[in-house]
């Protein structure tokens, strides 16, 4: 049983335990009212749909993700959304940390 991005069902519980505010830019899920930009979607850290564990999958907000597309983590840190948002390899969840480590 996958939802409809191929992620397991247990997997997708998981994230959402984990992920209640954007693993990029630390926006909240909790009791907001989401516009385009600030809605919860499903993020994959390391682009390839392929990966669908609970390392490879995160929650972050419509913008981050908008931004953030086909790009590799290490070039998207540096690009100047994230330098506007001040989203730096030091702030973002320990989920992305954790793909950023030897790099
Ligand atoms: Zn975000």
Redesign the pocket.
């Known amino acids: 049983m996958a939802n409809r991005w191929g992620i397991p069902k247990d997997v997708e519980e998981l994230i959402r335990k984990r992920d209640t505010s954007?693993v990029?830019?630390?926006?909240s899920f909790i009791n907001s009212v989401f516009s385009h930009k600030t809605r919860p979607t499903w993020e994959h850290i390391i682009n390839d749909i392929r990966i669908n564990g609970v390392d490879n999958i995160a929650i972050?907000?419509g913008?981050?993700n908008a931004s953030k597309g086909a790009k590799l983590l290490s070039d998207w840190l540096n690009s100047k959304y994230c330098k506007t948002y001040r989203i730096t390899r030091d702030n973002v969840a320990s989920v992305v940390k954790e793909h950023l480590s030897g790099q």
Request: proline letters at 0%.
């Open positions: 954007c990029y830019c630390g926006i972050c907000c913008s981050c």
